[in-house]
């Protein structure tokens, strides 16, 4: 997902926000082109840990800086307790299977 997508320049409103309501945000073609891996991702299991990601956090309050971001480089920002904490589905989930079909989200993407 793009670490510095924000819709309208919002912060909170990435990607991992977007990922919070896909039916209808994903409807949004600059969303779905731009969060493309959020809007073609499998639902998680219901494994009911309780954890998921926080759609508000932001690593000091920068935009961009979400469980997105988190997600680009997870062996460095999951070590931090707070990213850890805030982005639990992030610094938790296997890493993605390599299906080589093209589609990741923008790194440099506002809305």
Known sequence: DSGTFLKKDIPGKGCAWVSQNKDKRCAHEKSRVEC??????APPADDDDGCTDSGTFLKKD??????????????????HEKSRVECCATCTAAPPADDDDGCTDSGTFLK
């Open 36 to 41: 493309c891996a959020t809007c073609t991702a």
């Open 62 to 79: 920068i935009p961009g800086k979400g469980c997105a971001w988190v997600s680009q480089n997870k062996d460095k920002r999951c070590a």
